[in-house]
């Protein structure tokens, strides 16, 4: 269970790092269109798991790579913004959401157009 201030440090995380992502999209994923889709903090507010909706996205792995080149200075960049606000600049975690895709999936299923039965 989330406490409050873990909810509003998460909601500026989000924020701040939407903000950024938009600045470094182009030496990230050139052409893509990335957004901050959930942050989730530790208890301690020293560790943030990051989570991201991007489209189009035809190699996570990769993407998640280059992203990790570039996570320190988000991080620096994020410390610059939260500084009066926070002690400690939390530790970011980035991963892919495929809530969207699940929810498609499901929903595709549901349709009845599921793709893998052999009749």
């Not at 990230?28 to 996205?57: C, E, T």
Request: proline share 3%; aromatic share 6%.
């Amino acid at each position: 269970m989330e406490s409050t201030r873990q909810k509003k440090v998460a909601r500026q995380i989000q924020k701040d790092v939407a903000e950024i992502l938009l600045q470094k999209t182009s030496s990230i994923l050139p052409g893509a269109l990335i957004s901050v889709s959930k942050v989730r903090m530790s208890p301690d507010l020293s560790y943030a798991k990051v989570f991201l909706s991007v489209f189009p996205l035809h190699d996570a792995a990769a993407f998640l790579k280059s992203l990790g080149k570039e996570s320190s200075e988000i991080r620096n960049d994020l410390g610059r913004r939260v500084r009066h606000q926070l002690r400690i600049v939390p530790e970011l975690t980035f991963y892919i959401d495929d809530s969207l895709d699940y929810a498609e999936n499901i929903d595709r299923l549901l349709r009845g157009e599921d793709t893998n039965t052999t009749e």
